[in-house]
DNA sequence: AGCCTTTGACCAGCG
DNA sequence: TCGCTGGTCAAAGGC
C-alpha cells in the first residue's frame, strides 16, 4: 500500500471551543444560541429522526456540528441545497466524499446486504485500499487541484466529483474570506451548480451544491478527470437506472428496489443526502425501523431471519439514543459517509447513532483543545479487517492529520455484524475522559 | 474547433 | 427609490 498523506485534513468550524475563534457573524452567533439551548434535548437525534420539521431546517446537522465540532453537510431540503464544510489539501472533498473511507454502508449490497464488491484477499484489499484509488494520497508539491493539462492553468480545477463542471463566474463574497466560485455541470440539460470557495493555499473551504443531476457520472476519459481517477468506477454498475440519483457510487451494484427507493430520495431532496428523517414521518416506528434498515442497505447476517432483525433494529430505537456522557465528552453521530447518495448517507447517522454500535463504533469529541490530540479514525471496515488511522488534531480548526501510515485491524465478524462497511470514529483509549 | 477560465457588467432580491 | 449583495451572463482569451 502507498503511503498517506501526512496532510489529509477534515477540518471544520469550531463552534465556540476556544475563545481564539474567528469573528463570527450575527446568524452564528444566533444559530449557536439554538445550539445551546438544544444541548438541554439529550435525545435530539431520535427527535430528529422523528420531526421532519427541525431537521429539513437544517438542524441535524448544525447539531451534530456543534457536538462534534465539525460542520457537517447541512440540508436544506426545501432549497435542495446542502453545503459542506471541508478543508483537504489536495484532497478534493468531492473525492472524499466518494472514497471508501467515506463511503462505508455504500458498498452493501443494497438487496443482499453483503460487500458486492468487496476483494476476497490481503492483495485485493490493499489494493482497494490504494490511496490513490481513493483520493488520500497527495502531492505535497501540488497544494491543490489543477486540471490535468498540467497546471498551465492559473485556476484551479474545481473539486472532481466525477461530473464535468464549467466555471461560469467569480466572486468575492461579503463575509466571506475567500472568493466564491460557480460551477456548471456540463451536461446538457443539467441544471446543477456548485459554489466552492478556496482558501489562499487552494484549499477548499466550502463546497454547495444545487439540484441533483440527472444524468450519470460521465465516462473517466473526460477533460477534467483528477480525483476520482479509478476511485469507483471499476464495479459492476446498471447504468441505466442510476438516472437521478446524483453521483451515485459506482461501487454499489444497484439490483434491488432498494435503488429506486434512493432514487427516489435524491431526486425530491437533496444531491448529497445526510439523514432520511423526512421518509420516516409518516410511518410507525416498526416501519420506520424497517425502513431504516432498508435505506441504509443493512440486512444484518444473512442467516438471520427478518423478524428478528426487526425486533433487534426497534429494540434499538427503544433503548434510547446516548449521545452525550459527560460535558465535554460526547459520542456524536458523525456524517462519516457523504456520499452522494442517499441510502449510503443515511445509513451513516443511524449507525452512529444506535447503542448496538460496538464499543469501537464511536466518535468522540472533546471541549478542550489539547484533547483533540490523539484522535484516531478508524476507518471503513472490510471483510474482516478494518482500516484505522491514528490521527492527531488540530485544536484550532479540528483538523485530523493522518499518519503515513494507515493500519489494518483484524475485526470479527461479529463486530462487523451491525454496520460491516461503516466507517468508524473511534476514540482511542488513550483519550482522556472527562 | 471545442471547451475551459477569467472578469466586468448586469440582474434580481432585499432592507 | 436606492444601495447592497449574491448570482449569472457573456465576451475575450488560453489551452
Known amino acids: ?54 431537521y429539513s431546517r437544517g438542524g441535524l446537522s448544525e447539531r451534530v456540528a456543534a457536538r462534534a465540532g465539525f460542520k457537517v453537510p447541512s440540508i436544506n431540503t426545501e432549497s435542495n441545497l446542502w453545503s459542506l464544510n471541508i478543508s483537504s489539501p489536495g484532497v478534493s472533498p468531492a473525492t472524499l466524499l466518494e ?3 467515506f463511503l462505508s454502508n455504500a458498498l452493501l449490497s443494497p ?29 505535497d508539491s501540488q497544494p491543490y487541484e489543477r ?22 463566474g467569480q466572486k468575492l463574497v461579503k463575509g466571506s474570506e475567500y472568493p466564491r466560485s460557480y460551477y456548471k455541470c456540463t451536461q446538457p440539460n443539467c441544471e446543477v451548480k456548485k459554489k466552492v470557495e478556496r482558501s489562499r493555499e487552494g484549499h477548499i473551504t ?19 478527470g483528477i480525483g476520482s481517477s479509478g476511485t469507483c468506477n471499476d464495479m459492476q ?4 437506472e442510476q438516472q437521478g440519483l446524483a453521483g451515485t457510487n459506482e461501487n454499489i451494484e444497484w439490483t434491488s428496489p432498494v435503488r429506486n427507493y434512493g432514487s427516489m430520495q435524491v431526486q425530491n431532496r437533496t444531491q448529497f443526502g445526510y439523514g432520511d428523517a423526512a421518509f420516516f414521518k409518516d410511518e410507525d416506528e416498526e416501519d420506520r425501523t424497517s425502513h431504516m434498515s432498508d435505506s441504509m442497505g443493512y440486512y444484518g447476517e444473512a442467516d438471520e431471519s427478518e423478524p428478528k432483525r426487526r425486533l433487534e433494529i426497534k429494540r434499538t430505537i427503544q433503548g434510547g439514543l446516548p449521545t452525550q456522557t459527560h460535558n465535554n465528552h460526547v459520542h456524536y453521530p458523525v456524517p462519516h459517509s457523504i456520499s ?7 445509513s451513516s447517522l443511524f449507525d452512529f447513532q444506535t447503542p448496538m454500535r460496538p ?13 483533540l490530540l490523539g484522535l484516531s479514525i478508524s476507518g471503513l471496515a472490510i471483510g474482516q479487517e478494518r482500516f484505522s488511522m491514528p490521527a492527531t488534531g488540530d485544536p484550532a480548526g479540528l483538523m485530523l492529520q493522518l499518519p503515513a501510515e494507515p493500519k489494518l485491524e483484524q475485526v470479527s465478524q461479529q463486530e462487523l455484524g451491525f454496520s460491516r462497511s461503516s466507517l468508524i470514529y473511534r476514540d482511542t483509549s488513550s483519550l482522556p475522559q472527562i
Not at 13 to 28: G, I, M, Q
Not at 153 to 159: F, L
Not at 340 to 346: N, Q, W
Request: net charge negative.
Open 1 to 54: 500500500m502507498t503511503g498517506f498523506s501526512n496532510t489529509f485534513a477534515v477540518m471544520g468550524e469550531c463552534v465556540d471551543c476556544s475563545t481564539n475563534h474567528k469573528k463570527r457573524s450575527k446568524a452564528e452567533l444566533d444559530r449557536e444560541t439554538f445550539l445551546e439551548e438544544d444541548v438541554e434535548n439529550k435525545d435530539f437525534l431520535q427527535t430528529n429522526f422523528q420531526e421532519r420539521s427541525s
Open 147 to 168: 486540471t490535468h493539462d498540467g497546471g498551465s492553468r492559473d485556476s484551479m480545477a474545481p473539486a472532481d466529483d466525477g461530473y464535468n463542471w464549467r466555471k461560469y
Open 99 to 101: 472514497s471508501p473511507v
Open 237 to 240: 454498475i446498471d447504468g441505466t
Open 111 to 139: 438487496t443482499t446486504g453483503k460487500l458486492s464488491s468487496l476483494p476476497s484477499d490481503h492483495k485485493a484489499k490493499d489494493e482497494f485500499f490504494d490511496p490513490t484509488l481513493i483520493g488520500l494520497e497527495h502531492d
Open 340 to 346: 452522494e447518495g442517499l441510502v449510503t448517507a443515511s
Open 206 to 224: 466550502e463546497i454547495i451544491y444545487a439540484k441533483t443531476h440527472n444524468h450519470p457520472k460521465p465516462p473517466l476519459n473526460r477533460r477534467s
Open 359 to 371: 464499543p469501537w463504533a464511536g466518535f468522540s469529541v472533546y471541549g478542550g483543545e489539547t484533547e
